[in-house]
């Protein structure tokens, strides 16, 4: 996976399927937001607007599939393809 600096708030990270996908992580600081967006070919195809108090609850996953891979690896296991998704919080 390669990574490049949009600016001194940001990067974005080229897909593994080819450079025609990246995935762009800007910082915005004065919004309380972390912005990750989807590109395809120079177009923006969607964005998510993530909360700042929410960063260490994905760093948190990042970090925990991260240690699986590196176990996994050093085991010569491969990795899991996929990993199911967190329960959602009960809505009022």
Sequence with gaps: MTSRAVSATGSI???ARGSDRALRVTWHHEAGLVVLS???DNVCAGTFRLPVDAVPD???LLR???EVA???ASA???APRSVAAP???ETA
């Design 87 to 89: 329960p959602q919080a």
């Design 64 to 66: 925990s599939g991260l």
């Design 70 to 72: 590196y176990r996994g």
């Design 76 to 78: 010569g296991v491969p």
């Design 58 to 60: 994905l760093i948190d």
């Design 38 to 40: 989807m590109w395809r």
């Design 13 to 15: 990270f080229i897909d």
